[in-house]
């Protein structure tokens, strides 16, 4: 049997919603590191298959590949940095570190919190963006799920369990939460 997991609906201006599954206590343009996951819709494996403990990207993984690499040079003003990373056949993996910016310079003096299209949700927007737009030319099915995961990290010991853990997802694929026989 399937794990159901369901959401408490809030109301918004009279209209149900769907709470963020973001930390409300943190402003996600703050500089630190972050572990995210991205799932394709419904976990389909568009990205390409692990043979023999080693990712084989598909044409869409290597999209998915090319603009998550183009994800840092698209934002210099946000002072992003690329940690390990990895494409699997139906998710994605990766440690993005947020740096000192212009958009975050003031949220530790007065705990404001900042637009958001200068933070890790503008950022996974954007690839996810660019990545759906290309895919879409090779299989029109292709799709994200509509969140993606996050996890805010907190130090390097947990910096380090976490990029072991990217590192090693091929080799572990059949005992992965994500994958799919």
Same mark, same amino acid.
């Given at each position: =049997?399937? +794990? *159901? ?8 201006? $009279?209209? &149900? ?70 494409? =699997?056949? +139906? *998710? ?8 000192? $910016?212009? &958009? ?78």
């Amino acid at each position: =049997m399937k +794990n *159901h997991y369901f959401c408490v609906m809030e109301k918004y201006q $009279n209209q &149900y919603r769907i709470p963020s599954a973001r930390a409300s206590w943190w402003n996600y343009a703050a500089e630190s590191a972050y572990f995210i996951t991205i799932c394709t819709y419904e976990r389909e494996c568009f990205l390409g298959n692990v043979i023999e403990d080693e990712m084989i990207l598909s044409e869409i993984g290597i999209i998915v590949l090319r603009e998550w690499m183009n994800t840092f040079n698209m934002r210099p003003d946000m002072n992003i940095q690329q940690g390990e990373f990895v494409v =699997m056949p +139906n *998710h994605f993996h990766a440690i993005v570190v947020i740096g000192e $910016n212009e &958009y975050n310079r003031q949220i530790t003096s007065s705990n404001s919190f900042s637009p958001q299209s200068n933070n890790l949700a503008a950022i996974v927007r954007g690839f996810k963006s660019a990545v759906t737009h290309q895919a879409k030319s090779i299989h029109s099915a292709f799709a994200w799920q509509t969140r993606f995961y996050d996890h805010i990290i907190r130090n390097d010991t947990e910096y380090q369990r976490i990029a072991e853990y990217i590192v090693n997802n091929p080799t572990k694929w059949s005992e992965d939460q994500f994958y799919a026989k």
